[in-house]
Each structure stands twice: as C-alpha cells, then as structure tokens.
C-alpha cells in the first residue's frame, strides 16, 4: 500500500520536534488571530421552527401469489381557508379528486374560476344547483384570486 | 452578539413553542431573510414559479422515494432536482401523474389480462407470463414527460398540475413491442386508430373524461413501429404508481400517450373522438405551440392533439441559488433530450445567455434517452452569476428564449436558467 502524502507517521514526527514546538506556538497565534477574524462564523443554530416531518410507511409483507399490493394511498388532507362556501366546495369537488386540487393552483380570476366550475359541470359531468354554483365560485373567488389569496 | 443571534436566543427562550410553528409563515413571509428553517410559501403566481420544481410538500408513497407532492387524490408527485444528476431515473424517484382517482393499489396477476380487440381478424388475450413468454423482450431507453411539465412557468399562468421541471424522468424500458401484438390479432383493412386505456377510472359518468382515461395513436404514425409495452423499467418491475404490471410506452412522445397499467389495446375504424383525443391535451398549430389568451378568447386558434417532445436541457447541479467560493472550479451538470432525434450539443451561458460556451456530452443511450453533459466552470468575480443552458438536437432544433404560452401551459422548453452566487474566498 502506497502512502498518501498527508499520512504522517511516528518516527517522521519524532525527529522533528524542536520544529514541531515552533509551528505548535505558531498555529496558536494563527488560531487566536482566526478566532477574532471569523466571529462571524456562527455555530449550534437551532430553532423552535420546524419543517414538518415524514413519518416512514410500513413496506406490506409480500406473499407468493399472484397479487402485487401497496395497500391504500395516503391523502394529505388540506387546510381550506374559513368562509361561506367551504363545505360545498369541499363537498362537490371531492367526489372526483382531492380538494388539494384548489390549493395546488396558482391564484386564478374570478372568471378563471368560473370557467373550472364550469368545466368540472359541462365536461367531467358534475350535476350541481345554479345556486350552489355561484356560492362554490364565490368562495374561490373570495379566497384563491391574486388579490385575495393568503396560503 | 450580534443582531440575528440576539433574535435567535429571545425566541429559544420564549416558551410557546407551538405557537411559534403555527406562526412561522406569517413571519416568514414577512422577514427581510428568509432561513433554511422556514418553510416556503405554499403557493406560487400570479407571477412565474421561480424555483426549480413546485412548492408543495414532500411526501411519502409506497415504492416511492420522498417526492413533492402536487396532489393526492389522484396521486401527482414531482421529481426533486437532484435526482436528474443520473442518466436513469430511479424508478422509486420517478414523478407520478394520474387522471383518475381508482388507481390500482393491488393487482391480481392471476386476474389482470392485455386485451387486444376491435377492427381485428382474431381479438386476443395475454397473461403476464404468457407476454414474458411468448414474445422476445425489447428494450429502449425513454424520456418520459408529462406534457404540463414546466407548466408553473407560464404567463400568465394557466390551471392545472402546477409541475415545475420535476414532471419527467429517464428510464431503460423492456418489454414486448406493440406491432407484435397488433401482428398477432391482425389489423383489418380500414383501421385508422389505435386506442389504450388502462385499469385506472374516476367517479365521474360514463361517457365523460372523469370517468375513463383513453389515448389513442394513429396506426399510419411511424412512432407505432417503436412502442413497446413495458413489463420492466430499470431492470425492475414498474412501481404500481408508475403503471405495474404494464404501460405503454412511445419514445419520442410525451407521455399523456404512455397509458399505465394497461389493459386494452383497441383497434379502431375511425379517430378516436372520446375528451382525452378531442378536447385535453391539445395544442395550437403553431410554432412551439405558442398563441395568447386573446387570439384563443376570439377562437381563431386551430388546435391539434400534443406529439412530439420539443428539446430540452436542465441543470442538476449545483442546485439553484448555491454558493461557491471565488477561485474554485465546479463543474457543472445536467441532462438534455428531444424527442425529434439525437441530442448534438449543449451550450453554456455564464453571463445571462449573452455569450456561450458547448459543454461535454456524457454518453449516448439513443436518440430518446437523457444525454447528460457537463462543464467545468470558475467564477472570475464575486457577485451573483446567471448561468444558461440550452440544447441543439439533430433535426437542427435548438432551444429558443421565447417564452411559450398555450391555455393548456404545454410544451414549455425555453432556455433554462440557474442563479449561483460566488462568494469570497477569504
């Protein structure tokens, strides 16, 4: 084995020690000046904050047979802004997709929204009262427009 | 102490610990820097998302590594930057994306059969083992990309998966190749189309997009001769959120065509008029596909459905927004790919696109795979540099700095940039 250039072994070390003593105090007057010069190098920086976190799934025992499963799929149930309209919204879009849809899109217009609504009834078939209809757009509207959207 | 760690140690010390997760994106929001330990703002727009992929959380799903999620149900998970520093995409990283929301989570192999039926001489079906049997293995390495894929981008922005570059992925594909089947089954004279649907369907009524997920491929289309059903991607089996136990694949094409989990194969006399050929999907006829929401608010736009992948090239690394010391050199990585034939050349902008320089081509896996590239690059100054990468492939295509827009935000190659900083190195 070939050593690597950093490598320093015993007796190299030992026949230099008058030497060694003299970069030893050196490297404490380098150190101590480094110390003043890099106080703004910070370190242990934690806070109360947290990201959120991902617990791990259980990976399902496979069996010999001919099935090949993952179980169910997890849903990430998200927090819809508060106002007149909510339940309806939650309620209608749900039957084919995640209300996580409505949070996913970027701030629509009013007539944008219409026009989703719109879609989801005349071409995905949604069967949906006129009035209820102006309620679920008005909530879009109210919370999901560029002017209007929080989070 | 200096200012921030005065900060730092009031709110350590402050008690409500709680309170303070609740609140953090208020402050985040509103504080002049922003720290690893906030979170990002859930949304982007009206504006153009910035930032590499979407915003949304990281999750977890079976066979799945942590990915971002766009939506749940269906499921619509996007591929993290990162993992574009391999040619082949882990088949744990690969995006997903579902039109539907009864997707399978088990599959009985003993049940599930491919169907080919029809305008045929002799309709057929296969079991798994008898596809694995009875007909030699292809393979081919393939991009696959949602045609949304960068849809975040557009101005102003349009609805639908708000995917950032994270909606694509390179794998090697085995399996059996389509005209074998068609062979088999004997396409009648008159056949126009040829239509796939897999096990996936929605809640909505019959007859309606929201209840099943169809495509269909012109038999006449020479990209027929190149579809494969694959049975393998990466040499593994395919994850059951990526299409197990089988998916169709057409290289070239995005992938709107590339049906998962895959159960029949129709033959048709006529075009295909069902909502995912006639109305979703589709782009102008036009030049990269580009046109305004005045000229498609008047109805002058002829629309057509979406082919072909126009070429692309993308950093891998550094990631956005890193940090490198003046007077070191890093290299810089990526991949490229077109789906109008090979990729011949990446070009590198360190000043904003204003000047170019080609990268090295790492090696060639075909004409649809991922080509990696990479360049060797020192910053000459501190200060924050915009790097530009653009893709040339043989047909002569070379990606453009015109934005593109289309009211279903398809299509997007423009230019790709990345900001880097170089700081001091002393």
Redesign the interface.
Known sequence: MTRSPEFRGGKEAGSTRPLGLFFLSAAAIVLAAATLLYA?S?RG????????S????V?PAATD????????????WPELEAGEGKGLVTGYCN????P??V??????TRD?WA??VTKMMK????EMPESDRAIVINYLAEHYS?ET?K? | MSGISRRKLLETLSAGAGAMALGCFAEAAGAQQMHASDRLPPFTGPGANPRWTSVGLVATYPQKYPLILLTDRPVQLETPQHYFLSLFTPNGAFYVRWHLDEIPTTVDLAEWRLEVTGNVEKPLKFSFSELLSRFPSSSVAAVNQCSGNSRSRLQPRVPGGQWGNGAMGNAMWSGVRLTELLRAAGVKPGSLQVQFQGMDRGKGPVGHGSNAFLKSLDLSNPVIEECLLAYEMNGEPLPLLNGFPVRLVVPGYFATYWVKALTNIRVLDKTDENFWMKSAYRIPDTPRGMTTPEDVKAGTVKMIPIGRMPVRSFFAAPEADGKVPLGMSVTLRGIAFSGYGRVTRVDISDDDGKTWAPAQLGPEYGAYSFRTWEFSWKPQRRGPYTLAVRAADETGNVQSDEPVWNPGGYLWNRIERQQIMAGAAQ
């Open positions: 703004q910070e920086d934690y806070t109360q904050r947290n990201l959120g991902l617990a791990q799934p990976v047979d001919a099935k090949y499963s993952v179980g169910s799929y997890p849903l990430y039957t084919c997709h995640s996580r849809y949070l996913m899109q970027p701030p629509l944008q026009a989703e071409t995905f078939g949604l560029p959207r989070k």
